[in-house]
């Protein structure tokens, strides 16, 4: 199994030995609009490239063991959980091209961010950083790479249901 949706099916949990033995080779999977208030079991699934948490009941959970395994991740998407912060350690995804982190509690990045390299869309609208810093002080003070999308950072470009369907190329395909 390659890909696994999961969204709207008011899921709380996963279980540790199912997703370690049945989806090993997982490279998507989508559980937003579910109950999820914890990601234990995700870190055994390391081939995992994209990841759509959004819409769960993390609020102030710490995400922290998932950031550390998954080392393939290019695509998160984090948004409306009520988030606080995001890991410091997300460093260690260090493939990661997309983190859309929309309509959370973030005052602050990770201050390894500017590490991942390989980032191009960073969404953060809807947060207080937004209205603490404009796009360009972020980019400096997180020392952001040089080729993201800039106006991606806290302007709020396409409906929530159009993001899902490109990555970078500012097209928008909602119906």
Known sequence: LLNLILFQNKLKNFS???????????????????????VAGLENIESLETLDLYSNDFHD??????????RNMKH???????????????????NLQFIDARNNKLEKLPTKIGHLR?????????????SNMNNEEIMIAYDLP??????????????????????SDNICDDP
Request: with cysteine.
């Open 76 to 94: 998160l998407s984090v948004r409306n959980n009520g988030l606080g912060e995001l890991p410091n350690d997300i460093n260690a995804m260090s």
């Open 61 to 70: 959970s710490k995400l922290y063991v998932l950031f550390i395994y998954l």
């Open 118 to 130: 390989n980032l191009k869309d960073l969404y953060v609208a809807g947060n207080s950083i937004c």
């Open 146 to 167: 040089n080729g993201i999308n800039k106006l991606a950072l806290c302007t709020k470009q396409c409906a929530t249901t159009c993001l899902n369907k490109h990555l």
């Open 16 to 38: 540790n030995s199912s997703l370690r033995e049945k989806y090993l080779n997982l490279r998507k999977l989508i559980v937003h609009t579910n109950k999820l208030s914890s």
